[in-house]
């Protein structure tokens, strides 16, 4: 599936594997993976540690296909290409998302809502990710990147990046006042975006964290306080990256008539009853649900003109289980990314 030009594969790679929920991930040298006809193997670079991953790690998301690579932050050059690969060739820089595959034919799909695909499948969940020294990943679903993100800077945009652009493109054009809640990779990427646009950001961390609010104003947001506070004015949008579903009708007592509350994370705890005065006044609350292409294209468009720069916080490949855990304590500044050794 190469050609003669490109260099020799070595026939085995490193992998930190999920066994089973609950478990530590364990360090594995395995055979080296063969792309399927419309697939390319991928020499990871970096691959960002995702708080879906701690999600699948410790069971919250459920049915994972075990044993499992983790992973869906991937930076990577093609090193080898299937037999039907059109667009990409070896030495080809690439980013690698969640939505790693769609069927393309649902009523989902042929509206244009590919994250909805009913036969959908996604990096380091239903197929093998990139905490790995190689990869595959479908050619479409592979992202093109701006050289500038050849490296673990690059790794945050390929989930907390696109989630949190997608949650903001679900915000109206016209909101002003934009509130950020949880204020970790996602949100410090878009931060940036929203600042770059013209807007205020209002950032809302985790209690006593003043690390994180500092890190905020840094950004620039105009604002950073405690969740449980109330803004100094009303939001028109408010986008929640913590999986704690008490904040929800937090939100909705901060968002001003007409104001839309976007939960941007793939799990979210139990959300408590609340008066139905605070949804009155025709306030929204809806989901996002993975990502499109069309979001990511979007994304690595805009993020070179802020520019778009991440705060890492870099671990060697076999370090994946700290920095798991790191996430998991709130110990993470800005976001974990798992980065490859130079040779295997």
Same mark, same amino acid.
């Given at each position: 599936?190469?050609?003669?030009?490109?260099?020799?594969?070595?026939?085995? &790679?490193? !992998?930190?594997?999920?066994? +089973? %929920?609950?478990?530590?991930?364990? #360090?594995?040298?395995?055979?080296?993976?063969?792309? =399927?006809?419309?697939?390319?193997?991928?020499?990871?670079?970096?691959?960002?540690?995702?708080?879906?991953?701690?999600?699948?790690?410790?069971?919250?998301?459920?049915?994972?296909?075990?044993?499992?690579?983790?992973?869906?932050?991937?930076?990577?050059?093609?090193?080898?290409?299937?037999?039907?690969?059109?667009?990409?060739?070896?030495?080809?820089?690439?980013?690698?998302?969640?939505?790693?595959y769609t069927c393309?034919?649902?009523?989902?799909?042929?509206?244009?809502?590919?994250?909805?695909?009913?036969?959908?499948?996604?990096?380091?969940?239903?197929?093998?990710?990139?905490?790995?020294?190689?990869?595959?990943?479908?050619?479409?679903?592979?992202?093109?990147?701006?050289? &500038?993100? !050849?490296?673990?800077?690059? +790794? %945050?945009?390929?989930?907390?990046? #696109?989630?949190?652009?997608?949650?903001?493109?679900? =915000?109206?054009?016209?909101?002003?006042?934009?509130?950020?809640?949880?204020?970790?990779?996602?949100?410090?990427?878009?931060?940036?975006?929203?600042?770059?646009?013209?807007?205020?950001?209002?950032?809302?961390?985790?209690?006593?964290?003043?690390?994180?609010?500092?890190?905020?104003?840094?950004?620039?947001?105009?604002?950073a306080g405690d969740?449980?506070?109330?803004?100094?004015?009303?939001?028109?949008?408010?986008?929640?990256?913590?999986?704690?579903?008490?904040?929800?009708?937090?939100?909705?007592?901060?968002?001003?008539?007409?104001?839309?509350?976007?939960?941007?994370?793939?799990?979210?705890?139990?959300?408590?009853?609340?008066?139905?005065?605070?949804?009155?006044?025709?306030?929204?609350?809806?989901?996002?649900?993975?990502?499109?292409?069309?979001?990511?294209?979007?994304?690595?468009?805009?993020?070179?003109?802020?520019?778009?720069?991440?705060?890492?916080?870099?671990?060697?490949?076999?370090?994946?289980?700290?920095?798991?855990?790191?996430?998991?304590?709130?110990?993470?500044?800005?976001?974990?990314?798992?980065v490859m050794p130079?040779?295997?």
């Amino acid at each position: 599936m190469t050609s003669h030009s490109q260099p020799q594969l070595p026939d085995t &790679m490193l !992998a930190m594997i999920l066994e +089973a %929920p609950g478990k530590p991930l364990v #360090l594995k040298n395995l055979p080296m993976p063969v792309p =399927a006809a419309e697939q390319v193997l991928i020499k990871v670079i970096a691959c960002g540690v995702c708080r879906t991953d701690l999600h699948i790690v410790d069971g919250e998301l459920q049915y994972p296909h075990l044993p499992l690579i983790p992973g869906h932050e991937i930076i990577g050059v093609v090193a080898a290409k299937g037999a039907a690969v059109q667009h990409l060739e070896a030495g080809d820089l690439v980013g690698v998302p969640w939505l790693a595959y769609t069927c393309g034919t649902c009523k989902y799909c042929l509206s244009g809502r590919e994250n909805l695909c009913e036969h959908a499948l996604f990096t380091g969940y239903t197929v093998n990710g990139g905490y790995a020294t190689f990869t595959t990943a479908w050619e479409q679903y592979c992202l093109p990147l701006p050289g &500038m993100y !050849a490296n673990a800077s690059g +790794a %945050p945009l390929l989930c907390a990046g #696109l989630i949190g652009y997608r949650s903001y493109r679900m =915000a109206p054009s016209d909101a002003r006042h934009i509130g950020m809640y949880g204020f970790g990779a996602a949100a410090h990427i878009l931060t940036q975006i929203a600042v770059y646009q013209g807007k205020e950001v209002y950032a809302f961390t985790r209690s006593g964290d003043q690390r994180a609010q500092e890190f905020a104003l840094r950004l620039g947001a105009v604002w950073a306080g405690d969740s449980r506070e109330q803004p100094p004015v009303p939001l028109d949008a408010a986008i929640i990256f913590a999986p704690d579903g008490r904040l929800i009708p937090k939100a909705l007592s901060d968002v001003d008539r007409g104001g839309v509350v976007i939960c941007g994370g793939i799990h979210m705890s139990a959300i408590p009853s609340f008066a139905y005065s605070l949804l009155w006044e025709e306030r929204v609350v809806r989901s996002v649900a993975n990502l499109t292409r069309e979001d990511g294209n979007l994304l690595l468009q805009q993020a070179p003109l802020v520019p778009v720069k991440t705060t890492t916080q870099v671990f060697e490949l076999h370090q994946a289980n700290e920095a798991l855990q790191m996430l998991r304590s709130g110990e993470v500044h800005g976001a974990a990314v798992l980065v490859m050794p130079l040779e295997e």
